[in-house]
């Protein structure tokens, strides 16, 4: 399996003059240092490929020991296309990819090894609350049916960590390359469930913390909750 980190974005909400995935936490790391810290701890440091665009050179001279797949186009498409680069160099291999900006706790790697081990296509949920501003999904028999920031009733919240198998991976590669350059990558996802049926299991977390940090707000309450 190979890891994925999507770092390549500017991430203009938070206001910052470096990238998002570098922004201090009060516990004295970054987001990336505390992101790969918890990654490393479970799984092959060696397997970890970031995803970087805007002012790369200070992610990568800070994390020399990643491997990286650069997008050029970091400043003109979304986390589809960043993906999408990142997949089509492990076309045979299942996949996990987190958003660069996610701080979770590290036991939610361990509820997610099961689903790992048996090759089953998640999205990791937090089903304790529901915002407009958040990507939200719904459920048919059993697995993701719907899955954006436009969902009516969403079930819970997908919180940006995410698993492909390796049987479902080129049809999520061929889904992927149909979006549009501002399309997220869970528009792919969505793609892939309605035209090739493939199954995406909603794996709950909420029992631990895992939160995205787009706006100041955000950062102020993962600093809270660490």
């Known amino acids: 399996m190979k890891i994925i980190i999507l770092a390549a974005g500017i991430g203009s909400r ?9 922004t201090p936490l009060k516990n004295g790391k970054s987001i990336m240092e505390y992101q790969t810290e918890n990654i490393a701890s479970k799984f092959n440091i060696d397997d970890i490929n970031v995803v970087v665009g805007f002012k790369k050179d ?10 990286y797949i650069y997008n050029p186009f970091f400043d003109r498409t979304n986390t589809s296309k960043s993906l999408l680069q990142a997949l089509k160099k492990n076309r045979d291999k299942s996949v996990m990819w987190f958003n660069g900006d996610v701080v979770f ?8 090894h099961p689903y790992i081990k048996s090759k089953t296509s998640f999205v990791a949920v937090n089903t304790s609350k529901v915002a407009d501003e958040e990507v939200k999904y719904t ?5 993701i049916n719907e899955l954006s920031k436009t969902v009516k009733n969403g079930l819970g919240e997908a919180v940006g ?6 049987k479902d991976i080129q049809a999520f590669i ?3 390359e149909e979006c549009n350059d501002n399309d997220y990558f869970e528009r792919g996802l ?8 493939i199954k995406i299991t909603a794996v709950d977390i909420s029992a631990f913390n895992c939160m ?8 102020e309450n993962v600093n809270k909750m660490l």
């Open 105 to 112: 706790d590290r036991q939610i790697l361990d509820i997610l």
């Open 14 to 22: 938070l206001g910052n003059p470096f990238p998002k995935p570098l």
């Open 161 to 166: 960590i995410n698993f492909i198998s390796s």
């Open 174 to 176: 061929n889904r992927l």
């Open 139 to 143: 459920l048919k028999d059993g697995f």
């Open 212 to 219: 995205e940090i787009d706006f100041v707000e955000d950062l």
């Open 58 to 67: 200070l992610i990568m001279e800070r994390f020399p020991e990643l491997t």
């Open 190 to 197: 969505e793609l892939a469930i309605e035209k090739d049926g």
